[in-house]
């Protein structure tokens, strides 16, 4: 574990997601080429209560994996493991193993303040209110007082959920990185709206170092962004402006940055991140987490005979229950039901078939973006298998690792931390 009594990540971070905790040194092997390169990018692993739950594993098996990882690569820089998506009710299981928590409040979003906070907070900032000169944005920001008062009594409450969170982190860890997350909500927030919620952590002494809000657009599991990316690269640059600003004014710390989630497999918007953070000078976390689990199943199928079986076997039963493995995420994948092959067809695949129909090349013909989400959503089909799916991981070790290697750095770090080449 970092050995730090104030801990900061660096300017660019990756979240990697491993949910069989099998993975963490072929992961780690894309920021070392990253590294070699000129880029550094701190790795954190990310896995959250729900994912443990399915998996029926520890946040300590994560961190024993990390941490060998690291001790088999010789990797000198910073690691995070981050306790992703907690609350209240699930917080106390991380913080033992744990130095990064995302502290996820979209829930709260939209729930009543205390009686007459709304009021006090809007007394104590009054330059959040009229008109807003910010270095950056194209024009400054106009807030009336009525928009200004519902949108604190929208996130209000959240913001004071997040403080108690991490007040109760700070009470029983060392040092560590702090994400407050809004992103699963219904709407995405407007630069004003971010600020005051920067405001109010910032009042609530968080000292939050990575914010992920929700963007427009959709963010689908395992696949590309769908909607306006020239859109997507404005709102990008305007929150990215409205940091800067209340890093400023609210003493908040230095190195707070955006933190964009499902960020996996968003290809179309990896070069107007880019181009924002060149024009700027800021960083980003980019949060993944199941493009791994998939590198394995692609792995698995590559290696042939029994891993290209299991693979099929695998997808069977994901197909056999997409009812109940789709509805939990149901908000963030489509899935074209009519769309996915049927098992008896792909039990007749060969390895070529199977990867290429999974593996997220959009120029390759065989790619199927709705069996690639179901498969993405169904890591629970695995899980249920337990040891039989795990042995086969380690059989296959070789093809898994130079698979989950390439799609992190030839397809997430390259284009995005290095910039297309």
């Not at 003493?251 to 499902?262: C, E, I, M, R, T």
């Not at 689990?293 to 197909?319: N, P, V």
Request: hydrophobic content about 45%; some cysteine.
């Amino acid at each position: 574990m970092n050995d730090q009594n104030e801990l900061r990540l660096e300017r660019y971070s990756l979240g990697m997601g491993d949910r069989f905790a099998h993975q963490a040194k072929a992961q780690l092997a894309a920021c070392v080429r990253a590294a070699a390169e000129g880029a550094v990018v701190t790795p954190v692993w990310n896995k959250s209560n729900r994912e443990h739950k399915i998996v029926g594993s520890e946040p300590t098996s994560t961190r024993a994996a990390a941490d060998a990882a690291v001790a088999a690569l010789g990797w000198k820089g910073l690691y995070f493991l981050d306790a992703d998506h907690i609350n209240l009710e699930t917080v106390d299981r991380f913080l033992d193993a744990c130095d990064f928590f995302t502290l996820d409040v979209a829930h709260a979003i939209g729930r009543r303040p205390k009686p007459g906070a709304v009021e006090a907070f809007l007394a104590r900032h009054p330059e959040l209110t009229g008109r807003i000169e910010i270095a950056g944005l194209a024009e400054p920001l106009t807030v009336s007082k009525e928009k200004a008062f519902r949108s604190v009594s929208k996130y209000l409450h959240a913001v004071n959920e997040a403080a108690a969170i991490y007040h109760r982190i700070a009470q029983r860890a060392g040092a560590f990185i702090t994400e407050v997350s809004m992103d699963e909500t219904d709407a995405p927030q407007t630069p004003a709206e971010l600020l005051l919620i920067l405001a109010a952590l910032a009042d609530d002494r968080v000292p939050v170092q990575n914010i992920a809000p929700k963007f427009t657009g959709r963010f689908n599991k395992g696949v590309d962004y769908v909607g306006d990316v020239e859109h997507f690269e404005r709102e990008f640059s305007d929150d990215l402006a409205v940091i800067a600003h209340a890093v400023e004014r609210y003493k908040l710390p230095k190195d707070l940055k955006l933190s964009v989630h499902s960020g996996s497999d968003k290809f179309s918007i990896y070069a107007p991140i880019r181009r924002a953070l060149d024009k700027t000078g800021a960083g980003v976390h980019l949060k993944t987490a199941g493009t791994t689990w998939l590198e394995e199943l692609i792995g698995l199928a590559e290696a042939g005979a029994d891993g290209l079986a299991l693979a099929k076997q695998i997808y069977a039963d994901a197909y056999a229950h997409q009812a109940e493995l789709c509805a939990p995420y149901a908000s963030v994948i489509d899935v074209d039901v009519s769309k996915l092959p049927a098992p008896a067809t792909v039990n007749t695949w060969t390895a070529e078939q199977y990867a290429g129909a999974l593996r997220h090349d959009q120029s390759n013909s065989l790619f199927n973006p709705n069996l690639r989400q179901l498969l993405h959503v169904g890591y629970k089909v695995a899980a249920k298998m337990g040891e039989r799916y795990t042995r086969m991981l380690d059989a296959c070790e070789e093809s898994i690792a130079r698979n989950v290697t390439a799609n992190l750095f030839d397809r997430h770090i390259r284009p995005l931390f290095l910039g297309a080449k």
